[in-house]
């Protein structure tokens, strides 16, 4: 026979029913219903409501429920011996009937569970008042979205990338000081004071630039050379490689006083070279007329081994008659030395991108949630680190939250996380839309119909948060903060499409070269975060540890312009334009009637002028142009009748969108905010956001 | 175990149980008192209400019961007649033999106008019996309606069956908005009024009934299929 309409259980995290007995409280494994129904269970309304970040349906609840007898007696007992974290559920099923065509019978189906909210539990006489709230990973996700957790970098899934390097630009500037430099008092061999005037960044790579001091060399200079550290410059030792310093510029001499039986040396002299070739870089002078400026023009290219410097200095050679001479370099001097540097490969630990979100899902739910994803298991090419692994620090940890993990990897790869038959699910937006299988509300009344505000941007910012660099090369970085206009005007409101998580290839480089092994000085971005595209198949495993290595991914390096020098820069591929590309469904659900329209770009932080792939990163965007749109902006609301097993449905299927008909004609959308009440399912307000194929403009002819 | 029976919540007829001896009396306050008779201004007299059918109509009920030999019968006020229904359903429970979901139904085709009442029982002296409100069945009654339900899966604990759609007649009418317009010239012309109730509303039953109804995915008011929550409004 039939019984009871609903069948309501508390329940703690093991799904065990509390029970009464003798006026004890205890649990069971078998369930057990309660005896006294919670009261105003019958006003509670449950609210599906889209959340704009997570682009997934959240619940919420509206009415405390109100506990009595062997209700009200489990959630004392709980709330007083274990306080407001204690977990108690509220579970109810629900009597359904069916019948196969010749049998029937009756079963009980869950209709809904919630986590009692004990921070607002009420103990009033007999009754306790308490609220019900989304229990498990929705209530957990929401209290730690923005908690920071550590995940070590050395976890046992951690991968490597080998990190060979992008060919970076550097200038110095050299000038002279205004000094006599006489034979008889500093002697035949002089080390010029030269000052170095400037470089291009502040922190030059694998080169240490000097201002020599004024120095007198013994007669054996070559050998003197060998040891002295009064060098222009100095090749870093842990450079693998020979750096070529190209010196180009004036160099401009007075000459005071001449010997005629003496001759003026200038040269260039790399600390491992012998006298036997001292000349190879010596400076071209001019004539030796006391009281005459000469100039001569420097061109040099000078191949530095890893930790050799290189030298300047003067030389008077012959056998003096036994008139004095000396010269002064003049300030207008100005040598140039332009270097190509790239830094020495390293292997930086890096984890995939389901490994962060699963460790940090179980750190929110203290491991007792596992999530899934399809689209980070395809995506598992980018990459994550942090700026003490890129260091190459022993003990690196990734410092993140789930609120940025999931904004880093949306606005590349248009995602929506939720929760999808009780699983928590980070997949792309377009799987969490479903218009094919829509829930079917039959008719509705009073429709109404305005553009979804929420929805609807006049600029969009994308990329990443704007980063300075001491190098000038950092002017290059195309993964920086850039600013598009949209055709709206009506309304004011900016779209941030930025990544938490860095991913400028030159800022990523700068660590490296910087700070690479040096234990003991901080850096600004030792805490960031950062996403590196590699290959998809490891091209071997690391020697240490035997876990995969991989190769930046540059195959959209070949044929891109816009940079200094193309071919190594990594990460082109989460340039701005490129991610609204990716993000194109969604961006284009964000313009009504406006495929004809273009989103303009306006500014960008850094390097605007990459091309590459085909993709120009300053030209404007043809919204028509964009991959089909998820959803119109347009909101429709109206009452309906709730589908009697909408809660079921949801939850086993939130992605479904809903289906509707108004004066003969059928609707799509997704929900918006969609209302549920339980007891007698009362017509309620839906708000939806409107199907793209909705044909919105049969409307303009209805009146009501 | 005694016997017990439910009734589905979508039946069109409210019962009552009642003993068979205090038949007569029944009939006679059920005939007299109108259940909203407290809504009435204090001045007004008493009114009469009971259910109207009219003869083309097919009265459907869905009764489960714990025992074999439910007896579902129309009989008129003076007991002078007495008109089995007709089963078309008893389907077993799986879980349990002697539980059945029965379907009874009766055409008015064949009854002669005038009040009835259902009765349903078990045969027992002291067992199941519920009588329901008065009916009257008439050729025709003017200003009524009937709402015809279905559903395509078992809904408020009632088996839908194919063809065998529920309904039930109430004091109401439909009327198209915008009267006079055509078709062609606006969409809104397809739009209806549904005024359920007559001078006092309906009963509180047929409140509960409508709420169940409107939920049913396969509704029509007056052979019109139902957009059931398009321009409904209460007199």
Redesign the interface.
């Known amino acids: 026979?039939?019984g009871n309409d609903f069948l309501y259980f508390f329940t703690d995290s093991t799904n065990r029913s509390f029970y009464v007995e003798n006026g004890l409280v205890k649990l069971s494994s078998v369930p057990r219903p309660l005896q006294f129904t919670p009261g105003e269970w019958q006003n509670l309304l449950i609210t599906n409501k889209r959340n704009q970040k997570y682009f997934a349906l959240d619940r919420n609840f509206t009415i405390p429920l109100n506990a009595v007898e062997d209700g009200a007696l489990i959630l004392k007992d709980q709330f007083y011996k274990h306080g407001i974290e204690t977990i108690v559920n509220l579970v109810i099923l629900k009597?359904?009937?069916?019948?196969d065509g010749?049998?029937?019978?009756?079963h009980y189906k869950s209709f809904y569970k919630g986590e009692f909210d004990f921070g607002n539990f009420v103990h009033s006489g007999p009754i306790v008042t308490i609220n019900v709230m989304e229990g498990g990973l929705s209530k957990l996700i929401k209290a730690k979205e923005s908690t920071v957790y550590e995940i070590p970098m050395d976890h046992p899934d951690h991968e490597w990338i080998k990190m060979d390097g992008i060919i970076l630009k550097e200038g110095v500037n050299f000038t002279a000081v205004d000094m006599e430099l006489k034979k008889s008092v500093l002697g035949t061999y002089i080390i010029p004071p030269l000052i170095f005037s400037s470089s291009d960044s502040s922190q030059s790579p694998g080169v240490s630039f000097y201002s020599p001091n004024v120095e007198s060399m013994t007669s054996n200079s070559f050998n003197y050379l060998h040891t002295s550290s009064n060098s222009i410059a100095l090749a870093y030792p842990t450079n693998t490689a020979p750096v070529v310093l190209r010196i180009t510029g004036p160099l401009y001499y007075k000459l005071h006083r001449n010997d005629a039986g003496l001759g003026i040396r200038l040269r260039f002299f790399k600390s491992s070279q012998t006298a036997a070739n001292q000349n190879v870089y010596l400076v071209p002078i001019g004539g030796n007329t006391p009281g005459q400026t000469y100039g001569a023009n420097v061109n040099f290219n000078i191949s530095l081994e890893p930790g050799e410097r290189l030298f300047f200095y003067l030389e008077y050679i012959g056998v003096t008659g036994g008139i004095d001479t000396s010269i002064s370099l003049l300030p207008s001097t100005n040598l140039r030395i332009d270097y190509d540097f790239r830094q020495t490969t390293s292997y930086i630990r890096c984890l995939k991108p389901y490994t962060v979100f699963s460790e940090l899902i179980k750190m929110i739910s203290d491991g007792a949630y596992i999530p899934q994803s399809n689209v980070l298991a395809l995506w598992d090419n980018l990459k994550i680190t942090c700026g003490d692994a890129i260091r190459g620090l022993d003990g690196a940890i990734l410092k993140t939250n789930l609120s940025d993990f999931f904004d880093t990897y949306n606005v590349d790869l248009d995602l929506a996380m939720g929760l999808i038959a009780g699983v928590l699910r980070m997949e792309y937006k377009a799987d969490f839309i479903d218009y094919l299988n829509p829930i079917?509300l039959?008719?509705?009344?009073n429709l109404s119909v305005k553009p979804a505000k929420d929805y609807i941007y006049n600029t969009i910012v994308a990329g990443q948060r704007d980063i300075t660099y001491d190098n000038v090369n950092g002017k290059q970085e195309f993964n920086s903060k850039v600013l598009w206009s949209t055709p709206n005007t009506r309304i004011t409101k900016e779209l941030n499409r930025l990544s938490p998580y860095r991913r400028d290839s030159f800022g990523i480089e700068f660590i490296r070269i910087n700070l690479e092994g040096k234990t003991t000085t901080d850096n600004s971005g030792d805490n960031d975060e950062f996403v590196i595209h590699t290959a998809k198949i490891p091209y071997g495993y690391y020697f240490l540890d035997n876990r995969p290595v991989y190769m930046l991914d540059r195959t959209l390096n070949s044929g891109a312009t816009g940079l200094i020098e193309p071919s190594t820069p990594f990460n082109l591929f989460f340039s701005p334009k490129r991610m609204l590309l990716r993000s194109g469904s969604f961006i284009r659900s964000l313009f009504y009637k406006q495929d004809s329209r273009k989103i303009v770009f306006q500014t960008s932080d850094k390097n605007k002028e990459l091309i590459s792939g085909g993709v120009i990163e300053k030209n404007d965007l043809a919204i028509g142009s964009l991959a089909a749109p998820h959803f119109m902006p347009i909101e429709i609301s109206f009452?309906?009748?709730v589908?009697?097993d909408l809660i079921e449905t949801l939850e086993a299927s939130p992605v479904r969108a809903f289906s509707f008909?108004y004066?003969?004609i059928t609707y799509k959308g997704i929900p918006v905010t969609a209302g549920i009440k339980p007891a007698?399912?009362e017509?309620q307000t839906f708000i939806l956001l409107s199907s793209p194929d909705n044909d919105l403009t049969q409307l303009i002819?209805?009146?009501? | 175990m005694n016997n017990k029976i439910n009734l589905s919540k979508l039946n069109p007829v409210r019962f009552q149980t009642v003993s068979w001896a205090t038949f007569e009396k029944y009939v006679q306050a059920n005939s007299q008192y109108y259940p909203y008779s407290t809504q009435k201004l204090p001045q007004q007299p008493p009114a009469i209400y009971a259910q109207k059918w009219e003869m083309k109509d097919t009265i459907r009920l869905q009764i489960e019961a714990n025992f074999n030999g439910l007896q579902v019968e129309l009989t008129n006020v003076d007991k002078s007649k007495v008109i089995p229904f007709s089963q078309d359903l008893c389907a077993k429970n799986k879980g349990a033999e002697n539980e059945t979901m029965n379907q009874y139904s009766l055409e008015l085709s064949g009854i002669q106008p005038g009040c009835y009442v259902i009765r349903i029982h078990d045969g027992q002296e002291n067992g199941i019996h519920d009588l329901s409100d008065t009916l009257i069945v008439a050729e025709n009654h003017s200003n009524t309606v009937l709402i015809e339900y279905s559903n395509s899966t078992p809904e408020a604990y009632t088996i839908f069956l194919p063809g065998k759609k529920f309904s039930v007649r109430l004091e109401g009418r439909m009327r198209q908005l915008y009267a006079g317009m055509n078709d062609t010239d606006h969409k809104h012309s397809r739009s209806w009024n549904l005024a359920i109730g007559g001078a006092y509303g309906v009963t509180p039953f047929y409140d509960t009934l409508l709420k169940a109804v409107w939920h049913c995915d396969q509704v029509e008011v007056s052979k019109i299929p139902l957009s059931h929550c398009e321009g409904f409004s209460e007199l």
Do not use: A, C, R, W
């Open positions: 026979m039939q009597q359904h009937l069916f019948y010749t049998e029937q019978g009756y079917p039959g008719s509705v009344k009452e309906t009748v589908p009697i008909e004066l003969g007698d399912n017509s002819n209805i009146f009501e």
